[in-house]
């Protein structure tokens, strides 16, 4: 099968590349989402099977300095990529957000009600809108972070699903070239950033987060049922 994956350079797409050798996986200056007709081309001309697109700005600070960027390339760029794939059998595979959901009591299904808390969730959740103008598309919430928690200190009272992201990436690709449609949430198990830290950096102090901000909603934990049931 041949995989084109964007956002190949960043974190998720690093692991990604480590997993399966085979992808093509252009490099931002040689396939710029942003640019529809560049896209369009290179889609036509490189003929993969499966769009893997994790390409976006995530950083929050980044987005709320600079949102114009951020819908150039998660909402405009996303689209560029669903275009690009519409008319052909290609299939397209988003890599999504825990933070489209609600975030203030967790164990989220695919199904529930969605209302992103902050402008990068928003963007997300625009990509997924164009997304799904595919017929063949897959969209993946999810959370992950480096293989090891670096920061000095961690929530103890915000949960989620997060993962590292050597735990999500062989589940994403698993999910992306299985016979799967529609939206699939992908984690580990529910456990506070404490929990999540704890567990590979000993040294982590616990902190509170008193309460959700629209950065940090206190719960986005994922109901995993789908993905178990796809698992087995
Ligand atoms: N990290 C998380 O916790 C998390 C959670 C849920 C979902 N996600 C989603 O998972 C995906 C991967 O996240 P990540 O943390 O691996 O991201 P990341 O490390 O911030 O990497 C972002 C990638 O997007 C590329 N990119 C940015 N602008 C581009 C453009 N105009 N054209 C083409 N490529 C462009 C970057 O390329 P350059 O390096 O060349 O700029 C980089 O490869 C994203 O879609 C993100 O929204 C992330």
Known sequence: ???????????LGTELQRLSSGMLAPGSREFDIRDAAGVES?????????ILH??????NRDIEADPAAALDV?????????KACLGTSIRLVYVSTDYVY???????SETDEILPSNLYAWTKL??????????DHL???????????????????????????????????KAATAPVNGVLNIGG???????????????????ALGGSSPDSPADTSLNLDRWESLDD
Request: net charge positive; glycine share 8%; no cysteine.
């Open 74 to 82: 998660n909402i405009k760029g996303t689209v560029n990529i669903a």
């Open 189 to 207: 198990p529910r456990r506070t950033i404490y929990d999540y830290a704890a567990e590979r950096n000993p040294d982590v102090k616990s902190i």
């Open 54 to 59: 994790a390409a976006a700005v995530t950083n």
């Open 102 to 108: 609600k975030g203030d009591r967790g164990n989220y």
């Open 1 to 11: 099968m041949r995989i084109l994956l964007t956002g190949g350079s960043g974190l």
């Open 139 to 173: 969209i993946i919430r999810t959370s992950f972070g480096a293989t090891r928690f670096d920061y000095p200190g961690a929530f103890s009272d915000k949960w989620s699903s997060k993962d590292y992201v050597d735990r999500i990436a062989p589940k994403i690709l």
């Open 42 to 50: 290179f889609v036509a001309d490189s003929a993969p099977d499966l």
């Open 126 to 135: 625009a990509g997924e809108a164009a997304v799904r103008a595919v017929s």
